[in-house]
Structure formats: structure tokens, C-alpha cells
């Protein structure tokens, strides 16, 4: 997949003021045109950098004042950066503050024309697509009648209608979408993902855990400007949530944390997230961090619970560091598995009887979570390497495998059942040269 | 290449733009809505537009046809046609000021051309101008003027007009996001410079020793071409409509990159 939107360091400063801007030209001018000194200044973005692919769809979640619609804006070459660049490769659609560019003393009819050319269609494409954008917004009887006396949801459907009508390459959205009733909202939804599967790249801003767990293929986390975590997007909104009420819960401890492990330093909210009213002290692969495709593999993973958690879900995953994919997702509770209270410290295992993958770099992640998943006390994202030893070809997965060719001939000359697959990948390649 | 490209750094995003024919779609769709609106906020309509310059004409002629008596030929054609000219000039720099602060939903827009928007300002002016133009006609025809094949030279004069007031229109718009009050302040100087150019009198009435100064106007020139042109049938002072036409083309890029970069600033502070 090609990149559409490539974001490399991306930095955007933003300048407070004295408290009497903006100021008149009577004031500077008696001032002797200095330049206005700013007061303070902050960083909204601080060196931001991801790519998204043609087809893939991007959330971006963060609390209000993250820096998320600064980060929108620039991709979308509105304002400028202070520092890094956004390389965008293709025609630009948004759906941001919809509506508000209307004039409401104008037709439904020409609006349309305005906004459509305005998006970057000519005249000519607005005027061939124009019954297709009104019979979107679902607007045929009351287009030649001004906007001024459209509710506010025929106003919001004219003006989404009009912008997913536009051919974007790269589609940015933000807090989507209170469009209308369920029934548009569908409708929208379903345009969205028309134009995504045709190779549409789209970025989509939302408070919204759910909303981006439905819809996006990969979430961006935003916090003060700075990406906090770049992954799978329930992984992503698994941990946002958990912030969300550590810091309403003000839980999220200061003192540094008891960790006995040697091979990996774990950073808050880099590659460990929760609340930490049970911690994870120490998390073991045996018999080692370096494992040949096939081989079994057990995590150990001691914990240490600072007062009785009822029952808790651990979870262990394995992802492939290169894409993120994940190969292994398993936790207690889908297992069917119900936890004791946890309380003071002990050790749990997880054994797994060969780890069939195809050779390469992966990560294991661990984690110990609220009984209903609310939110984690402790999860170590990305933090113990995996590297499984064997040839890599396409695709995860590399059990023991052999070709077998059976024709009428070889029927007939060998009464011969066929071998078991059951032995080790190196016997088996050696096997077959021989 | 590639990585020289990448090497540079602030460089805004560059999403792909349709060519010229794409830019004059889109003037056309935005000056088209501002005259619909403006025949949709009044009974009258474009009317309106010539009401303003034929009360002042009435005013004008009052003031020195029977109060004090000016001795030029085709005194009301003579005043007409310079109020027209300026009304468009004044009509786009007022109009200019809020060309950024009244856009923001265009200039939000991603990969929307921002520095059409005082070309739209400006080009609305001269399409008033130009349904004016006919009653002008007729009027100089009825004050006894005959109009020469000089008057082809117009679209000319109203190039060089036209770039003068973009390249101004972008320095004003560019400034009233700064600084709020620009609008105000440029009212007052545009009455003073509707006073420092020959709108109701003759620019060769002015004392010799203050004419290198009074001819630092450009409207001055703008403003005695036309006259030129559709009254006396002469042709204008190309001299000094050629430095006016060279400075406007400096002030061009000035002004340019002062609104592009107001317009990106003032998008930022929500």
C-alpha cells in the first residue's frame, strides 16, 4: 500500500498574547510598529510523525485541547507547521465544521454549486453530479428554497452530501457525524466505507473509544500534542479509557513502582499503562527470549497486588513488531477462566505448547485488567521482544508442513499411508533435501 | 531529489491543485454568489450600486454648477465617470478588509486557494462597474460627448487598475487580521484620498509645486485615463500609467505572501 499522508516531526507552536488582543494599528503605530511580543507560547504539536496508507482509516482520539484538530488542519494544509512536514499525495475532501460554510440567503441549489466548487470541483463536475448529491441529502423538494429555512439537520445533510460527492483521495473527518437520523447516519457510514474500499485514506477524529473501535484500522493517541501510542485501536482506546479514569480517579501513582525485571525498562503511558492497583513485577519467557518457530513457550508473570481485586482478566498477546499485527490474543476470561481475588503478590503461567510462526521479530504483551474490562491495572504494550528463529516466508503462521504429490501411479506402486505431519520444521527440511 | 525535498523543513502541505481553468471556476461560482446576494438582501438590487454615485453626482453638481461655478466641459459626464471609478475602488479595498476575517469556513477548507478572495472582492467591484458602464454610455451620449475609438483602450486601464487594487486588497486584508481597526482607518484615508484625486475638479488645477506630491496617487492617473479616453477621446499618459502598473506589480507578491500568511495565522487562533 502507497502512502497518502505522511507526517514527519510535526511541530506547531501557538503564541499567547497579552489579554488586550488583538490589537489596533492606532496602538501600533503609536508604539512604533514593534512587533507585539508574545507572553507565552506552547507547543500544541510536538513531533508528530505517522503515515497513512491509501484504503486505511486512521482515529485520532485525545482529550479536548490534545491538538487533535490542529493536527487535522495541518494535514489539510490549513495554518503552518513550526517545525517537521505533512506530505499529502492527493485531492482532499473534509468533512470539519459542516454547514458553516453556507449562506443561508442563497438556495439549496446554489450552495451546492458554491461548496462544491469551493471543495475543488469545476463547474462542469458540480453540474454532472449535482442530482446525485441532492438525491444523497435526501433534499429533492425543498433544494430551490434558502438555506435559511432548512433545519439544521437537512443543512448538515446537504453539506455531508457534498463533500463525500467530491472523489477525495484522503478524507479528513472530524467528530463525525451527528448527521441527521439513525437511518442517514447509516447511510453515511456506508459512503465512508464505499470510499475507503475504493482506496480512500481517512482520518477521523472522535472522543469516541467505540466509534473508533468500529471504524478505524489503526488509533493515534493525543495527549498535551504528543503521540502517546500508535496501534490497533482497541488497544489504543483500551488505554485512553484507562486514563480517562485514572485521572479522574487521580490514581495513576507518582512513586516509582517495584520492578525486578532486568531486560526491559518499562515508561509510563510509553509501554505501560493502568491504574497499577495490581501490578505486574516481573514477566518472564522461558525458556527465553529466543525461541525456534515451532518450539513451546511460557510467560511467567509475577504480580503484586496492593489491596484484593476481584476477579481480575490477564491477558497475554503476541504482535509482530514490524506491522503490529496481531498473531496470539488470548486472556483469561475468553478461556472460560475465573479468577480468585487477587491479592498480595504470586505468579501466573501461561504455557504454550509450540509457538508456530514464521521466523521473525514479534512482541509479547501482558496485561492484568478490571473485571469487565473497564479498564487496566497494569499493561506492559510492546515491551518484551520475541524473536522466533526459523525461515520467514509470507503470511504468520509456519507449522510443520510437507508437499505431497499423489497421482494414479504413485497410488498403485506405494501402499504407503502418508506421513504424520507432526515433526519438527528442521527434521522435515532435512528430510526432504536428502 | 527526494531526499532534498525532505531535508527542508515547515513546509506546509501541498495537496494537488487544479489548474488556471479551476481557479476561474471557482471566481466565477464566488463572485456569482455575492451578486446573488446582493440582489437577494434588496428590493433594488444592483440598482443600489448606482444610486450611491448618481446622489453624489446631484450633490456635485449642486455644489459647483450652482454654488460655485467650475468651468469644465461636460462637467456632470466629466464627475459621472470618476465616481464610478472610484466607487470601484473604494468598493474593494472596503470590501477587502473583511476579505479574511468574513471566510473563515472557505479558508478552513482544505486545499481552498486563499488568495482568490480579494480577486473575488475585486472582481465583483469591476462586474458592477461594468453593468454600469451602459448607463454611463448613455449619459455621456445625452451631455453631448462623442465617444472615440480611443474609448477601446478601457479594458486596459481597467487591468491596471485592477492588478492596483488586488495588490492593495491583499495588504489590506492581510493587516485587518493584525490589527482590527484597519477598516476604520482605512475609511478616513480613503475619504482623504477621494479629495487628493480629481473626482469633481481638474487635477491641473493643482499648484505646480505640489504636483510631484499630488501625482504620487495613482488614482490621479487611473482616474484622468478614463477621462481621457471617453471624454476628450485622447489617449491617456501611458508614462505614468506604466510606473503605476509597475508598482502595483511590486506590491503584488508583497502583499501575496502578507494575506497568505495572516490567513493561515488567523485560521489558528479559534
Known amino acids: ?434 | 531529489m527526494a531526499a532534498h525535498i525532505m531535508a527542508e523543513t515547515a513546509c506546509r502541505a501541498r495537496p494537488k491543485r487544479r489548474g488556471l481553468s479551476y481557479l476561474f471556476d471557482l471566481l466565477v461560482v464566488l463572485v456569482d454568489r455575492d451578486m446573488k446576494l446582493l440582489y437577494k438582501r434588496s428590493a433594488l438590487g444592483v440598482l443600489w450600486t448606482l444610486i450611491n454615485p448618481l446622489f453624489q453626482l446631484l450633490v456635485f453638481l449642486f455644489i459647483f454648477r450652482v454654488v460655485v461655478r467650475v468651468d469644465i466641459a461636460h462637467y456632470p459626464s466629466y464627475v459621472f465617470t470618476a465616481l464610478l471609478v472610484w466607487q470601484w475602488f473604494q468598493g474593494s479595498l472596503v470590501q477587502a478588509a473583511g476579505a479574511i476575517i468574513n471566510s473563515r469556513p472557505l479558508i478552513r477548507q482544505p486545499g481552498f486557494p486563499v488568495s482568490i478572495l480579494p480577486q473575488v472582492v475585486v472582481t465583483t467591484g469591476w462586474v458592477h462597474l461594468m453593468l454600469a458602464l451602459p448607463i454611463l454610455f448613455g449619459f455621456l451620449i445625452f451631455d453631448g460627448v462623442t465617444i472615440g475609438l480611443n474609448a477601446l483602450w478601457i479594458p486596459v486601464i481597467q487591468l491596471i487598475q485592477f492588478l492596483l487594487q488586488v495588490s492593495l486588497a491583499y495588504v489590506v486584508a492581510g493587516l485587518n487580521v493584525s490589527f482590527r481597526d484597519t477598516g476604520h482607518l482605512l475609511k478616513v484615508l480613503l475619504q482623504l484620498m477621494f479629495y487628493l484625486t480629481p473626482v469633481f475638479y481638474d487635477a491641473a488645477r493643482v499648484p505646480a509645486e505640489y504636483q510631484s506630491l499630488y501625482r504620487l496617487n495613482p488614482m490621479v492617473h487611473i482616474v484622468n485615463a478614463y477621462r481621457s479616453l471617453l471624454i476628450q477621446g485622447e489617449p491617456p499618459d501611458w508614462h505614468a500609467l506604466a510606473i503605476v502598473a509597475a508598482c502595483a506589480l511590486v506590491l503584488l507578491p508583497i502583499g501575496y505572501r502578507l494575506f497568505v500568511r495572516q490567513s493561515h495565522r488567523f485560521v489558528e487562533e479559534l
Not at chain 1, 441527521?180 to 480512500?200: H, Y
Not at chain 1, 485488567?369 to 497494569?378: G, I, L, Q, R, V
Open chain 1, 1 to 434: 500500500m502507497s502512502v497518502a499522508i505522511r507526517v514527519n516531526g510535526l511541530g506547531k507552536r501557538f503564541r499567547r498574547y497579552h489579554a488586550d488582543r488583538p490589537p489596533t494599528l492606532k496602538e501600533a503605530i503609536l508604539r512604533g510598529l514593534r512587533k507585539t511580543v508574545a507572553v507565552e507560547s506552547f507547543w500544541a504539536l510536538r513531533d508528530v510523525s505517522f503515515e497513512v496508507a491509501y484504503g486505511e482509516m486512521l482515529g485520532i482520539i485525545g482529550h479536548n485541547g490534545a491538538g487533535k484538530s490542529t493536527l487535522l488542519q495541518l494535514i489539510g494544509g490549513v495554518g503552518q507547521p513550526d517545525s517537521g512536514r505533512v506530505d499529502v499525495d492527493g485531492r482532499i475532501g473534509a468533512l470539519l465544521d459542516l454547514g458553516a460554510g453556507f449562506s443561508p440567503d442563497l438556495t439549496g441549489r446554489e450552495n451546492v454549486f458554491v461548496m462544491a466548487v469551493a471543495a475543488g470541483l469545476t463547474r462542469r463536475e458540480a453540474q454532472r453530479r449535482f442530482d446525485r448529491i441532492v438525491a444523497f441529502a435526501e433534499l429533492e423538494d425543498s433544494i430551490d428554497n434558502a438555506v435559511r429555512t432548512y433545519s439544521s439537520g437537512m443543512q448538515m445533510r446537504l453539506a455531508f452530501a457534498v463533500a463525500i460527492h467530491t472523489d477525495p483521495e484522503i478524507l479528513l473527518v472530524d467528530e463525525f457525524l451527528a448527521v441527521g437520523d439513525l437511518a442517514f447516519q447509516t447511510k453515511c457510514l456506508r459512503r465512508i466505507a464505499e470510499l475507503k474500499a475504493n482506496g480512500c485514506a481517512i482520518v477521523l477524529i472522535s472522543h469516541s473509544p467505540a466509534q473508533i473501535n468500529e471504524l478505524c484500522d489503526r488509533a493515534i493517541w493525543l495527549r498535551h500534542g504528543e503521540v502517546v501510542m500508535d496501534g490497533p485501536p482497541d488497544v489504543v482506546t483500551g488505554q485512553y479509557a484507562v486514563e480517562m479514569r485514572a485521572e479522574s480517579q487521580r490514581r495513576t501513582p507518582n512513586e516509582a513502582p517495584e520492578w525486578i525485571s532486568a531486560e526491559a525498562s518499562p515508561t509510563s503511558n510509553l509501554n505501560r499503562f493502568g491504574s497499577r492497583e495490581a501490578e505486574l513485577t516481573r514477566v518472564r519467557l522461558l525458556p527465553g527470549n529466543r525461541i525456534a518457530s515451532g518450539d513451546p513457550l511460557e510467560i511467567e508473570i509475577e504480580y503484586r497486588a496492593a489491596r484484593p481485586l476481584a476477579s481480575p482478566i490477564f491477558s497475554v498477546s503476541i504482535t509482530r513488531s514490524e506491522d503490529g499485527q496481531a498473531c496470539l490474543d488470548l486472556n483469561t476470561q475468553a478461556m472460560g477462566l475465573s479468577l480468585p481475588t487477587l491479592d498480595g503478590s504470586g505468579t501466573l503461567r501461561l504455557s504454550l505448547g509450540r509457538v508456530d510462526l514464521v521466523g521473525g521479530d514479534y512482541w509479547v504483551n501482558v496485561g492484568v485488567f478490571e473485571s469487565a474490562w473497564a479498564y487496566a491495572y497494569d499493561f506492559h504494550w510492546e515491551l518484551y521482544a520475541l524473536v522466533i528463529e526459523g525461515p520467514a516466508p509470507q503470511g504468520l503462521l509456519l507449522p510443520p508442513c510437507r508437499w505431497w504429490l499423489e497421482t494414479a501411479d504413485t497410488k498403485q506402486a506405494s501402499g504407503e499411508p502418508p506421513v504424520p505431519f507432526d515433526r519438527p520444521m528442521a527434521q522435515l527440511q532435512q528430510r526432504e533435501v536428502a
